[in-house]
């Protein structure tokens, strides 16, 4: 497949097309991929790795929206919002999740709140578009630290993950060593009732929940540095049965976060490495730089799933 010519200029001018090998984008670092179907199209929300390097940490300001109709050819449509669009938030565009209800777009994410004792927060943004701009919807946190103390860190209220069940209900799933999850109001913009903790081992972050006929799934990242991990239930509120290894760790990223999802009758496993190659005397991907990538999922017939071969093509 052909390579991109994609300068960072041209994506934040919007519409640009990029067609794809693994990474699928290679002109700016991508991360934490919520990949979302919405009228036959595929719209992909990452984060943006713009670490100079690859020793010191993450350094994220906003995210990007990509979309697709065939998997390959990923148009660019530049940044949805910024970290510090929500005035409680002092940055870090951490992991998020987009969803659609009733024509409105809820963008679920994390950043770091002002305050240092909540830490990292969980927000939600809307807007009508499924390319925004984004706007926070609440003006303050969906969920704090004060409110899940769970566990001893405050990054334990990261990585949302919404799931819808047939009947409208919807839950958000979340969290840092300890998974957790809590069922959303009507609005979507309220907790409706207890945080709950959730039991399946090795849990480090990154849930995602899907269905496929009468089974769930909770994927996850799991241990450190990350692989991807899962666990299958009748049930969104479980018990999980833990069923092992899903992917393994990718290439040379730390970390691990994956999406899940059905398209034109193919499913796919869509997540981050940090595999990009150095290019025009800029250092190569890693640990704070990383890129999204795209392989097939596939079921076996007891509906466990097959352990994803990662590709670069
Ligand atoms: O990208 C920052 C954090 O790294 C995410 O929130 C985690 O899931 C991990 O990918």
């Not at 929300?45 to 979309?67: C, I, K, Q, R």
């Not at 496993?269 to 940090?274: D, L, Q, R, S, W």
Request: net charge negative; aromatic share 12%; hydrophobic share 35%.
């Amino acid at each position: 497949m052909l390579r991109k010519t994609l300068s960072l200029a041209t994506l934040l001018a919007v519409s640009t097309v990029v067609q794809a090998d693994n990474p699928i984008i290679t002109d700016v670092f991508t991360a934490d991929p919520a990949a979302m179907v919405h009228n036959d199209t595929v719209y992909l929300y990452t984060g943006h790795d713009e670490a100079p390097n690859n020793d010191v940490f993450f350094e994220m300001h906003d995210w990007l929206v990509f979309s697709s109709t065939d998997m390959v050819n990923w148009q660019a449509h530049g940044p949805i919002m910024k970290a510090t669009d929500f005035s409680w938030a002092k940055g870090d565009a951490w992991a998020s999740h987009m969803v659609e209800k009733d024509g409105t777009f809820y963008f679920y994410t994390t950043v770091r709140h002002k305050d240092d004792k909540p830490g990292f927060a969980i927000g939600v943004a809307t807007s009508d578009s499924p390319t925004g701009p984004f706007k926070d919807a609440i003006g303050k946190a969906l969920v704090t630290d004060d409110m899940t103390k769970h566990t001893p860190n405050d990054w334990d209220d990261i990585d949302p993950a919404i799931f819808i069940e047939e009947n409208g209900d919807t839950y958000m799933f979340f969290g840092n060593l300890m998974p957790k999850y809590v069922k959303l109001k009507d609005n979507m913009l309220e907790l409706d009732g207890d945080i709950k903790t959730i039991d399946v081992p090795n849990f480090t972050e990154a849930a995602w929940v899907h269905k496929k006929g009468d089974n769930y799934y909770l994927s996850y990242a799991c241990e450190f540095p990350e692989k991807i991990c899962y666990a299958m239930s009748k049930s969104i509120h479980g018990p999980w049965e833990y069923k092992g290894i899903l992917n393994e760790i990718a290439g040379n990223s730390e970390t691990n976060h994956q999406s899940v999802i059905s398209y034109k009758g193919k499913d796919y496993f869509i997540y981050h490495t940090g595999a990009l190659p150095p290019k025009n005397g800029k250092p190569s991907g890693g640990r704070f730089r990383r890129s999204v990538a795209i392989d097939r999922l596939h079921y076996n017939d007891d509906g466990s799933l097959k352990r994803v071969i990662m590709t670069t093509e």
